[in-house]
Nanobody, 116 residues
Framework: QLTLVESGGGLVQPGDSLRLSCAAS????????VAWFRQAPGKERERVAI???????SYADTVKGRFTISRDNAKNTVFLQMNGLKPDDTGVYVC??????????WGQGTQVTVAL
């Protein structure tokens, strides 16, 4: 059974950087796409980035050019490097495995707060 655990969130100031990790255990995620979502109070959940098994990635327009998703298959971990953070980036960041057309395994999330 696959388990995903996020880490790396925190309280930072605008312009700062954070690197989030999504550590998988129980199953390898290398054959699957893995995405990062964020949920902010009063806002809809947004998929910010997705990493595909072949190495390609896709980003939401709101983070393009600032966030980079990557994966280390040897560590069974997917990362989200976030640079130039803005207050609008505040939220709970959650990773999820895509299986077919559905996301069938989710982590518990890590809080990112960007404020002065």
């Amino acid at each position: 059974q696959l388990t995903l655990v996020e880490s790396g969130g925190g309280l930072v100031q605008p312009g700062d950087s954070l690197r989030l990790s999504c550590a998988a255990s129980g199953r390898t995620v290398s054959p699957y796409a893995v995405a990062w979502f964020r949920q902010a109070p009063g806002k809809e959940r947004e998929r910010v980035a997705i990493s595909y098994p072949g190495g390609s990635a896709s980003y939401a327009d709101t983070v393009k050019g600032r966030f980079t998703i990557s994966r280390d298959n040897a560590k069974n971990t997917v990362f989200l490097q976030m640079n130039g953070l803005k207050p609008d980036d505040t939220g709970v960041y959650v990773c999820a495995r895509q299986n077919g057309y559905a996301y069938d395994c989710w982590g518990q999330g890590t809080q990112v707060t960007v404020a002065l």
